[in-house]
């Protein structure tokens, strides 16, 4: 079984929607990630969190809110999604000191 | 703009061939950190290296750090199609709270 789980894995919908990308982790860290993907851009950091109660922007948080619903769960919402949210997001987990983030397999989100 | 920039965008080579890639970036940094995304999947952590520390092996990978030049490079040796992939450095700032900012990504063909 999968440390980080992203669902949906793909998700196609349109203007305006509301949509929630959800994320569950089994490896007990309390820092968790969400970053977004587009061609020729890298990952970019959208929000993060290092426990329960503490929520930070990332260099791209607008248009985009997160709730941290237990340590093991972290969801990404679009409130009302426009077509340049277009993108592969990504999920991810880190525990304390100098350790590596583990990633999900991510969402691939199209917005007609 | 991004901290982390890597060189060249694109490697082909033969299997059997070693693959270096480059990275530059430009503050101080905690620790340099690459990892390796399979096509359709997140992102694997490869290795990390420490701003103390100049060089660092695992496996067939081979990882230096330069801070008086900013840069780092990831060698794979005796390349495998398997290999085939994209590969991104990512920086963790000094006395950041942890958060990782990525470069653009080297995308890497190993030729059977």
């Known amino acids: 079984d999968a440390d980080v789980t992203q669902t949906p894995r793909n998700r196609i919908t349109k203007t305006g929607k509301r949509i929630m990308l959800e994320c569950s982790q089994t490896?007990?860290?309390?820092?968790m990630y969400w970053y977004r993907q587009d061609p020729g851009l890298g990952l970019r950091l959208i929000y993060y969190?290092?426990?329960?109660?503490?929520?930070n922007k990332g260099e791209i948080s607008d248009g985009y809110s997160v709730s941290r619903q237990a340590q093991a769960k972290f969801s990404l919402s679009l409130e009302s999604a426009i077509p340049n949210q277009t993108a592969l997001y990504f999920c991810a987990t880190r525990g304390q000191g100098n350790q590596p983030q583990h990633f999900g397999d991510g969402t691939r989100l199209s917005i007609l | 703009s991004q901290q982390g920039e890597e060189d060249p965008q694109a490697l082909s080579i033969q299997e059997g061939e070693n693959a270096t890639m480059n990275c530059s970036y430009k503050?101080?940094?905690?620790?340099l950190q690459w990892y390796r995304q399979n096509s359709g999947r997140g992102l694997v952590h490869l290795i990390l290296i420490r701003s103390n520390e100049r060089e660092k092996h695992s496996g067939r990978l081979r990882v230096t750090l330069d801070t008086s030049k900013k840069s780092s490079s990831l060698l794979i040796t005796a390349s495998r199609a398997a290999d085939t992939a994209s590969y991104f450095c990512?920086?963790?700032?000094?006395?950041?709270?942890?958060?990782?900012?990525f470069g653009k990504g080297i995308t890497l063909s190993v030729r059977p």
């Open positions: 990512a920086t963790a700032l000094t006395g950041a709270n942890s958060k990782l900012t």
């Open positions: 503050t101080s940094i905690n620790n």
């Open positions: 490896k007990g860290h309390d820092r």
């Open positions: 969190s290092f426990d329960v109660k503490d929520i």
